[in-house]
């Protein structure tokens, strides 16, 4: 089981990543509209559309990373409280009855919109310059997909919680800035008095 969770998520986070250099394209695209707008008068008729594609290509990827690291928004005032084997029972549950048909409906339906957009060689129908979008309804399957995968390591981590009582968690791979720059001080403290 442990292998199937490290391997689930080193998926999640090598998508998480590779995709979150969208963010850049976006702050490019989105900077060269804000110029030809402004200064030459001449706005393009493709920046809109386009943005809109790569930041839910960036949210959807990311979904399965931010699962594998315990990042989505959860209302734990009284979770928290309660000791990994009974918080994992009650996401075993969860995970079953809610995230899975959930996760299936968005990959069947995805698959539809899809395939039907990929036949037809969809086109926004907001931009006069016809941006396709058959690539970005794709983008719909692939994150139900690495979502399934993910889902399936974190049932996985329950069990395994409800037998040791205690989780398993992943690889930290991001942190905080202030907490890095916090462990700097505090090694730069550790080193100017012995």
Same mark, same amino acid.
């Given at each position: ?5 490290? %391997?689930a998520?080193?998926?999640?986070? *090598? %998508?998480?990543?590779?995709?979150? *250099? ?6 490019? #695209?989105?900077g !060269?509209?804000v110029?030809?707008r402004y200064?030459f008068n /001449? $706005?393009?008729?493709?920046? +809109?559309?386009?943005?809109?594609m790569? !930041? ?7 979904g399965?990373?931010?699962l ?7 209302g734990?005032?009284? !979770?928290?409280l309660?000791?990994?084997? /009974? ?11 809610? %995230?899975?048909p #959930?996760?299936l ?5 995805? *698959?539809k !919109?899809?395939?039907?957009s ?11 310059a #016809?941006? $396709?979008i ?16 993910? #889902? ?6 329950? +069990?395994?919680?409800i037998?040791? /009582?205690e989780?398993l968690?992943?690889d ?8 890095l ?6 090694e ?5 008095? $012995?």
């Open positions: 089981m442990i292998g199937f969770i490290r %391997f998520d080193s998926l999640s986070a *090598w %998508f998480g990543k590779a995709f979150a *250099w969208l963010i850049l394209l976006m702050a490019f #695209g989105t !060269y509209e110029i030809v200064l /001449n $706005p393009t008729a493709w920046a +809109l559309d386009v943005s809109f790569m !930041y839910g290509t960036l949210f959807m990827m990311g399965a990373y931010t594998s690291r315990g990042g989505h928004v959860r734990d005032f009284l !979770y928290r309660w000791e990994p084997r /009974n918080q994992a029972r009650v996401d075993l549950v969860l995970y079953i009855f809610f %995230f899975f #959930g996760v409906a968005l990959i069947i339906s995805g *698959w !919109y899809a395939e039907r990929w036949r037809f060689g969809e086109v926004s129908v907001n931009s006069p #016809g941006v $396709p058959y690539q970005f309804k794709t983008v719909i399957v692939a994150a139900g997909l690495l979502l399934f995968i993910q #889902g399936i390591a974190q049932i996985m981590r329950c +069990l395994l919680a037998r040791t /009582n989780w968690k992943a930290e791979d991001v942190f905080e800035t202030e907490d720059l916090m462990q700097r001080a505090a730069a403290e550790k080193d100017a008095h $012995p």
